[in-house]
């Protein structure tokens, strides 16, 4: 008996469904345009409308194309938290009814937890144990991972996230919004030693990243006041330098955990895994500690339905089921 | 009894060991006010000021940033409920419908609102404005004002 899981994930921006047939993914579909092509419709920026609107094409699309029918699935599986509330609770109504009509289990799945475990959808996978940097716009966690669902989290920010900082500091230097990107852009072509920004000590394996914002808004007003070009003649190295100041923080701490803990198995998790400073740096690091380091696709690195599918899979290994009371967890935690 | 008129009060030349008295003085100067609104510029310490009252008022849980939530919910020792708004990434005010922000300011709870110029035809009548400012030698100033 196969078992046969589909997932939905609307814990922010992206409404998506996935299916997944004995560990192995068959169909991720993310909202875009070209589902609403085939309905006609457009997508509002409006998270939880969106995520309303574009949740029946998504599962619809996401079922047709891997050819299974709603009888044959075993379970379905949705993102619990965290994350907006109005967003989880269309995910969460979706699959509660969903399983109520069908008579199939259902299975709340943490999406930070599914954000590693995105590692497994695909080959190489990380063997246990292994230390999960996971960085997105909203969560900068260091994790213990001893097996599928057994993770521990052993640091984590205590204000901002690093993808907020890169999002906050593109705004100082007058970037567009999400401006994260255009740091790691700029950062390619500039100099990551023009400046320097002071780290933010913390204790244990714990980050923050309010102070260096606030170090960075100090030193471009210091700077434009005396030359009120100095952004924009300098944009290229104060990007490589912000980006490096950031990711020197990141992998500061990654590189005591890992010490302390005696791992070698690295795993990086989360949007700003996608960043190329980022994934550059580690790999650097690899002769010096004798890591293995894991870099997830990108298409798993950002929200989608298939890491809350492979997280499913293993939950459901493990039946863990939950009931039709469950409630979106807007802060969810998960450990230990 | 709440004052009458347009109460104003300045702190000024703030340091960050300053934080837990300027908190204590925020807080009596507030009264029942329920909604306080934080304006300053990127980095002028809206979240940080939030950390200190919180602290201030005894809430047991991590007081982070909500820019990626909209919303953070946290309790004091006493089970008290307070809401930690950061409206910074929203581009639409129906976003903020969306998540059903009227409840929230209209719950009776404590509501510390950051970036509130984003949805400025949501905010209820009566509130409490806490404006901050960066000083030259990087102190801060910090305004009062009930509306």
Redesign the interface.
Known sequence: MSITILALESS?DETSAAVIRDGVLITNVIATQTVHENYGGVVP?????AHQQNVVPVVHQALSKANIRKSELSAIAFTQG?????ALLVGTSFAKALALSLKKPLIAVNHMQAHILAHFIEDPKPAFPFLCLTV????TQLVLVEDYLKMEIIGQ?????VG?AFD?SA??LGLT?PGGPLIDKYAREGNPLSFSFPPSEMPGFDYSF?GI??A???FL?DQTKRDANFIQDNLYDICASIQHSLINMLLDKLIKAAKHYKISNIAIAGGVSANSGLRAALQNLVPAYNWQVYFPKFEYCTDNAAMIAMAAHFKYINEEFCSLEVSPE??MKFGV | MRAKGKPIQQIDNLNIDDLPNASKNIIAFAQDYKIWLFEGEMGAGKTTLIKALCEALGVVDEVSSPTFALVNEYVNREQATFYHFDFYRIEHEEEAMDIGVDEYFYSGHLCFVEWPGKIPSLIPDEFLRIFITINSDNTRKIVLEIV
């Open positions: 922010c920026e409006l998270a939880s409308r965290p994350g907006l509330l109005g997105s716009g909203g969560h920010t205590r204000d901002d996230a907020e906050k705004k100082l919004y309010s914002k606030t960075i808004l100090y007003r807007p802060r």
